[in-house]
Structure formats: structure tokens, C-alpha cells
């Protein structure tokens, strides 16, 4: 029992590292054109407080046999971290650099409340309890992030802003998660990770449905697709960064998810 939670958790660790690094290829179109562009710098400071309490939660001193938690959020902070200060320096747009300066501020001061109520105030099982429903709470948020998108490939009958290998990372993240956490009678980190695993299903279910719906309907109907420019709806919620809430491993559209950030950037 104790071999397969440490397998889950190594392996949770690498498809949560692999979404963590995607927006590389984002940021160096950012540091190549010195300018933050269409880009969002939300999904960053969002994705970082999850890290941050993710990371507290998986402590020894807060909940115990949860340390690959803490290491795989660790290391996700540092690297949101890097990421939100490298997109503050190419804001060009005065008044959005404070805004997405103040919500970094927000973040890391409500982190620090977090920390310090717990050590401070709580012991044991409260500790355990408030830090876990914090962690978690933000991590059903981060998972639930892609509905939005769900539902306009629905409307648009095209997964292109719903990449497949994305949807496969979450889905294995959350599943890889889910395990961990049964496996280790927390339900603080199976029930999020649950949740996630169930969500990016639904997303490859969707991408087998549509993949290649719109080469079946080629010649038949021609129906307005994003890309084409769609309706009004549809075009919101690409081009509005806080359409629809990015909250970590997923959100597929350009500006609302760094991973999708950084596939759109590559495609560019």
C-alpha cells in the first residue's frame, strides 16, 4: 500500500510538472516580443495561491504522508511565481500592471494569513481541517475552470481550443491525485483531484465527439466557428481574459490559462 501511494505521488508529481512548464513557451514569446500582448496575467496569480496552499497543506506539521504534495506545489509556486513577476515587468499597460500587481499582493498576503492562523491559533486535526478545506476549496476552482470551455465546444462543435494533450495531463493529474489521496485516506486531496479526474474525462469524451465533427460536416453546412468569428457569445469568451475563470491545470482558451497560452504562442 505504501509502494503504490509513493508511485502515484511520483507520478503525480511528473504530469503536474509538465502543465507547470508549458507556459514556457508563452513567456519566451513574451521576452522575444517585450510585451505581455492579448495575455492574461491572471491565471498565473491565481495558480500560484493554489500552489502556495496546496504546498502548506502537504507539510508534515500540518497533515502527515502528503510531502509529495508539498514538493510538486512547491516547486509549482516557485515556477507561478517566476512567471507572475516576468509578465508584471512586459505589462506595457500602466493601470493593469497595478492591477495585476495588487492581486500578487492580495495573494501572497492572504497565503501569509493562512500560515499564520494555523500555526498560531490552530493544532492538529483544526489545523489539518482549516488548511485542508482551504487547499481544497481552490482546487475544485482551478478543475472546474474549463466548463466554460466545455460548453463552447458543445455550442461551436470544435475542440480547437480544447488541445488534447491538455486535456490528457489533467486528466491523468487529477486521476494520479485521486489515487494518491484514496490511498492515503485523505479526502482533502482524493476529493479535488476526484473532481479533476472526472472533469478532464468529460473533456476527452468531448474531444472524441468533435474531433472530427467538422470534417463530417464540411460541404453540407458551413456554420460559423470561432475561428471564422462565431457569434458574440462565442467571441467573448475567447477574447475576454476574465471570462471564464483559469485556475490552474486547465481553461483552454487564448488568455485565460497559461497552458493554453503557451499552445496558442507556439502555434504563432
Known amino acids: 500500500m505504501l509502494i503504490a501511494h509513493f508511485i502515484f505521488g511520483i507520478f503525480g508529481n511528473i504530469t503536474a510538472m509538465t502543465l507547470f512548464l508549458v507556459p514556457l513557451i508563452t513567456f519566451w514569446r513574451i521576452i522575444k516580443n ?22 502548506w497543506y502537504g507539510m508534515p506539521f500540518v497533515s502527515p504522508n502528503n510531502l509529495l504534495v508539498s514538493t ?8 507561478e511565481l517566476c512567471y507572475a513577476i516576468v509578465f508584471i515587468f512586459y505589462i506595457r499597460d500602466k ?5 495585476i500587481f495588487g492581486l500578487l499582493v492580495i495573494v501572497l498576503v492572504f497565503f ?8 498560531l491559533a490552530l493544532h492538529g486535526d483544526g489545523r489539518k ?20 470551455i466545455m460548453r463552447l465546444v458543445m455550442k461551436t462543435k470544435s475542440v480547437k481550443y ?7 495531463c489533467v486528466f491523468l493529474c487529477g486521476t494520479s491525485w485521486f489515487i494518491f489521496g484514496l490511498l492515503g485516506n485523505d479526502l482533502f486531496v482524493s476529493v479535488p483531484n476526484g473532481v479533476g479526474s472526472g472533469l478532464g474525462a468529460l473533456q476527452l469524451i468531448l474531444y472524441a465527439v468533435y474531433k472530427d465533427w467538422k470534417k463530417s460536416e464540411k460541404g453540407k453546412t458551413s456554420s ?11 467571441r467573448k469568451v475567447v477574447a475576454d481574459p476574465m471570462n471564464a475563470l483559469e485556475m490552474g491545470f486547465n481553461g483552454h482558451t487564448n488568455g485565460h490559462n497559461p497552458y493554453a497560452n503557451g499552445l496558442n504562442a507556439m502555434s504563432k
Not at 517585450?34 to 504546498?55: D, H, I, M, R
Open 34 to 55: 517585450k510585451s505581455t500582448e492579448e495575455f492574461s496575467g491572471f491565471p498565473y496569480v491565481s495558480t500560484l495561491l493554489n500552489c502556495l496552499l496546496s504546498a
Open 72 to 79: 510538486v506545489n512547491g516547486t509549482g509556486a516557485v515556477i
Open 95 to 99: 493601470k493593469y500592471r497595478i492591477k
Open 112 to 119: 501569509g494569513v493562512v500560515a499564520l492562523v494555523s500555526l
Open 129 to 148: 481541517l482549516f488548511c485542508g478545506f482551504a487547499a481544497a476549496i481552490f482546487s475544485i476552482c482551478m478543475y472546474g475552470s474549463p466548463l466554460s
Open 162 to 168: 480544447m488541445p488534447f494533450f491538455l486535456s490528457l
Open 224 to 234: 460559423p466557428t470561432v475561428q471564422d468569428g462565431g457569434n458574440e457569445e462565442e
